[in-house]
Nanobody, 121 residues
Framework: VQLQASGGGLVQAGGSLRVSCAAS????????MGWFRQAPGKEREFVAA????????DYSASVKGRFTISRDNVKNTVYLQMNSLKSEDTAVYFC???????????????WGQGTLVTVSS
């Protein structure tokens, strides 16, 4: 499974951005998809995850209510809509594919290359 993240960029605090992750696999709907992020000098942390059908989602406390994860199993793509962005959301955002709704990054099997989101204050 190859994952290609895109859509990162520079946005002002309070603004919105949507990042995408396209998967090159016919088995996309088999995988739970997650988003993680890594800020400079910090460990990679869980952001959000979505079940295979899209019916179940999970969010970290720091983004709940501001970010929305969704997926399109026809386009083999997972999205992360980020609203009310804060400077502390600045990080490289990674998508990942796994087999269950884990918050532990070590439980995901495949990773994309990351896309940089910079929020200016």
């Amino acid at each position: 499974v190859q994952l290609q993240a895109s859509g990162g960029g520079l946005v002002q605090a309070g603004g919105s951005l949507r990042v995408s992750c396209a998967a090159s696999t016919r088995s996309f709907s088999y995988y739970v998809m997650g988003w993680f992020r890594q800020a400079p000098g910090k460990e990679r942390e869980f952001v959000a995850a979505i079940s295979q059908s899209g019916g179940t989602t999970d969010y970290s406390a720091s983004v709940k209510g501001r970010f929305t994860i969704s997926r399109d199993n026809v386009k083999n793509t997972v999205y992360l809509q980020m609203n009310s962005l804060k400077s502390e959301d600045t990080a490289v955002y990674f998508c990942a594919a796994g087999t269950a709704l884990f918050v532990d990054r070590n439980r995901y099997n495949y990773w994309g290359q990351g896309t940089l989101v910079t929020v200016s204050s």
